[in-house]
């Protein structure tokens, strides 16, 4: 297959698709207490194998390696799909480089443009063709994991979601710009699970197994679906090559529990009591998935347990393309 084949990549009921709801509301949610609690970047840090690395720092890392990997320089026209709270895009802008960010959360938005960054309210997925050819890089730091979702996974969708993709972010990139990238982090099922069993409630499994923990945190909780190794460079061929790959696994994990750790403390505690009450109305009106997020993270703590282990039910892979054609 060539890079001019659409095939199912242009596929209209794929570029048409809503965001999940779930997605949204997670990422309210994570604004009203995360944030709160100190931390504006929920991907994976950088610790190099320093486990005592603060979380600030290992954050700071991840950002700087990614826009090397993608090739940022000064007057660099990036664009970060899914771009959170800003980090890469303020780095890039210290490097010279201008930065565009899409992001489906408002929350995100408003913080964004208080900063004095360009992110626009937007699904990659409904970009029309006034963007094409407008970068020479782009990245997905911890949004491709949104991208589809058990349903479509379930309805043999998921291929179709990361072809579109692919195709999307080729589109974007400037065919004038040698050796553009994309570059991804995105977490990926070690072992595929059925994704029917995820549609069901979690009550339905062992607490202790992989079907229990993968309903909290995908079906019910953040909203999501993982593709498996080897997933991505298939639906990505005719767009782009894989040119590096490295397993940040352990960095997720460090994360993630700095993470869980300092947010326990701080929302269990005295401290917490204004955070909750500036909550309060975000979760009556959204006060089941709240429920469901809640007993996520602090409860079963699905979402650690997923880096936790050796080997982990999951990994997180960085990955590096080049686009071709």
Same mark, same amino acid.
């Given at each position: 297959m060539t890079a001019a084949e659409p095939a199912r990549a242009t596929d209209p009921a794929v570029a048409a698709a809503p965001t999940a709801g779930r997605v949204v509301t997670c990422y309210s949610l994570f604004d009203a207490f995360m944030t709160r609690c100190g931390f504006t970047d929920l991907t994976d840090g950088m610790y190099e194998g320093d486990p005592d690395r603060p979380y600030e720092a290992a954050q700071a890392?991840?950002?700087?390696? *990614? #826009?090397?990997?993608?090739?940022?320089?000064?007057? !660099?026209r990036l664009l970060d799909i899914g771009c959170g709270y800003g980090r890469v895009l303020r780095a890039a802008r210290d490097r010279g480089a201008k930065g565009w960010g899409v992001t489906v959360s408002p929350e995100q938005v408003r913080r964004n443009a208080a900063a004095g960054l360009n992110v626009r309210l937007e699904?990659?997925?409904?970009?029309?063709?006034?963007?094409?050819?407008?970068f020479d890089a782009v990245i997905a730091n911890g949004s491709l994991e949104h991208f589809a979702q058990p349903e479509d996974a379930a309805a043999g969708r998921d291929d179709a979601i990361y072809r579109h993709l692919f195709s999307t972010v080729h589109r974007l990139l400037d065919p004038e710009t040698a050796g553009a990238r994309f &570059? %991804?982090?995105?977490?990926?099922?070690?072992?595929?699970?059925?994704p029917a069993d995820l549609l069901r409630p979690p009550g339905a499994f062992r607490r202790d197994s992989e079907e229990f923990h993968f309903a909290r945190v995908l079906s019910q909780g953040f909203g999501g679906w993982y593709p498996v190794r080897g997933q991505l460079e298939r639906c990505a061929e005719g767009y782009f090559?894989?040119?590096d790959e490295e397993d940040g %696994?352990?960095?997720?994990?460090?994360?993630?529990?700095?993470? #869980?750790?300092? !947010? $326990?403390?701080?929302?269990?505690?005295? $401290?917490? =009591?204004?955070?909750? #009450?500036?909550? &309060?109305?975000?979760? *009556?009106? $959204?006060? =089941?998935?709240?429920?469901?997020?809640?007993?996520? &993270?602090?409860?079963s703590e699905s979402w650690n347990w997923q880096f936790r282990g050796a080997p982990a039910p999951t990994v997180l892979l960085r990955q590096t393309w080049e686009r071709v054609g």
């Open positions: 890392r991840q950002a700087e390696a *990614l #826009l090397d990997r993608a090739g940022v320089t000064r007057g !660099s699904n990659y997925k409904h970009l029309g063709p006034e963007w094409d050819g407008q &570059v %991804t982090t995105a977490i990926h099922f070690r072992r595929r699970p059925d090559r894989l040119v %696994t352990e960095d997720y994990r460090l994360t993630s529990e700095a993470c #869980l750790a300092a !947010s $326990r403390r701080r929302i269990h505690s005295a $401290r917490g =009591v204004p955070i909750w #009450l500036r909550a &309060v109305p975000l979760m *009556l009106r $959204r006060p =089941v998935q709240a429920a469901r997020l809640y007993r996520c &993270v602090f409860g």
